[in-house]
């Protein structure tokens, strides 16, 4: 079991950076690959981004490459989210989530632990 809790959303302008956490519990974090979604209102969520378990290799969705960063520190249980030079069209929920697999997944589907998520509001 792994629970997730993430935190460092707020509104902030367009061009401004913003540092999503995820933080774990439960002994199975650090052999966990997470991932970072979002959903804006009435969408699908989204992948964003992953990271496996030992933070050898990332995974970015296109609209964000260059912009997001995401990293893991396995000791503090945490994961997190950089994200630079915000765009109104990153206004979104970022939820965080964890699945006990081996390889990256980009599918919503194929994560079992999920966060509250936490809103993202970017403004023009």
């Known amino acids: 079991q792994v629970q997730l809790v993430e935190s460092g959303g707020g509104l902030v302008q367009a061009g401004g950076s913003l540092r999503l956490s995820c933080a774990a519990s439960g002994r199975t974090f650090s052999s966990s690959v997470v991932g970072w979604f979002r959903q804006a209102p009435g969408k699908e969520r989204d992948f964003v981004a992953a990271?496996?378990?030992?933070?050898?290799?990332?995974y970015y969705a296109d609209s964000v490459k260059g912009r997001f960063t995401i990293s893991r520190d396995n000791a503090r249980n945490t994961v997190y989210l950089q994200i630079n030079n915000l765009k109104p069209e990153d206004t979104a929920v970022y939820y965080c989530?964890?699945?006990?697999?081996?390889?990256?997944?980009?599918?919503?589907?194929?994560?079992?632990?999920w966060g509250q998520g936490t809103q993202v509001t970017v403004s023009s």
């Open positions: 990271i496996s378990r030992s933070a050898s290799t990332t």
């Open positions: 989530a964890a699945t006990g697999g081996v390889r990256i997944m980009t599918t919503p589907g194929m994560y079992a632990y």
